[in-house]
């Protein structure tokens, strides 16, 4: 499977005598997939993610470009995403009380942990 590493985050390296080539399919879906998912968020399978956007919401999506990802599908304040969990978090903890995941529940679970955390250090400095 394709997928991308940090380099800061390898532990060994080993230069393998075997070598590796993709076929004319494999180099198109890889290239959809790097238009469309980023290259940080190749190695997690993506996920129906559905969220409730306030009109904040909505206008920081359209101004907050970095990891954004696409939006399939709007139904009013319903907005609908195929991207990975993790791209999720890094996106939507930005938006805070702007938007709130609906699904996946244990995305949701995550999110409400990542921001109590956030709002405990801060108690703790006040």
Not at 7 to 19: C, F, R, Y
Not at 65 to 92: L, N, S
Not at 93 to 113: G, N, S, T, V, Y
Request: hydrophobic share 35%; charged share 35%.
């Amino acid at each position: 499977r394709i997928s991308t590493l940090r380099v800061a985050h390898l532990q060994s390296v080993e230069i393998l005598k075997e070598t590796a080539s993709i076929k004319a399919h494999e180099k198109q879906e890889l290239s959809k997939n790097l238009e469309t998912r980023g290259v940080q968020f190749l190695t997690a399978e993506p996920c129906l993610i559905r969220v409730k956007m306030t009109d904040k919401g909505k206008s920081k999506y359209a101004g907050m470009m970095t990891m954004r990802p696409r939006c399939h599908k709007k139904e009013g304040d319903i907005w609908e995403f195929y991207c990975t969990k993790m791209q999720a978090k890094r996106y939507f903890c930005r938006m805070a009380a702007d938007c709130q995941i609906l699904e996946p529940l244990d995305l949701q679970a995550d999110m409400i942990r990542y921001l109590e955390a956030g709002i405990k250090k801060q108690n703790e400095k006040d």
